[in-house]
């Protein structure tokens, strides 16, 4: 937990929430039910999993920004209403290119708050969720 933070930290913190709270798998969970054919049930399971993994580590993030500011949960981009209606085993390659971005974003945010400790904890473990959850897109790419 954060001993303190600076207005810089907590606008980090937000960034990092931003990231994962509007994820392309958070996104196709609370707006869009991508069409799945027979046999995707596998990436229907694993699309839980991370959004179930996403919202638990963006709840964990929320409580420490409240405790020193305020939470600006942002909106999701334009782009993912191109989602709408699209088979899920085509969606598999948007995901994992928008799982990249997030990780590289989630990389620069871990750099950025080098000079709070606490607050670059929470950040490295979300990173390594996003990284497990890209590993696991591309394995599903890959089949």
Not at 19 to 27: A, G
């Amino acid at each position: 937990m954060l001993m303190t933070a600076s207005a810089r930290s907590v606008a980090l913190l937000n960034a990092l929430f931003q990231t994962v709270h509007r994820s392309l798998p958070m996104y196709l969970a609370e707006a869009a039910d991508p069409w799945k054919h027979a046999g995707d049930e596998r990436a229907a399971e694993t699309l839980e999993n991370i959004v179930a993994d996403q919202r638990a580590f963006t709840a964990r993030i929320a409580d420490v920004i409240l405790e020193y500011g305020s939470l600006e949960s942002g909106g999701y981009p334009m782009e993912y209403t191109d989602t709408h209606f699209l088979a899920l085993d085509f969606l598999i390659g948007e995901l994992i290119k928008y799982q990249r971005r997030d990780v590289a974003r989630i990389q620069r945010i871990v750099t950025a708050l080098a000079d709070n400790h606490d607050a670059q904890e929470i950040a490295e473990e979300t990173l390594g969720a996003e990284k497990a959850h890209l590993e696991m897109l591309e394995e599903l790419g890959r089949k």
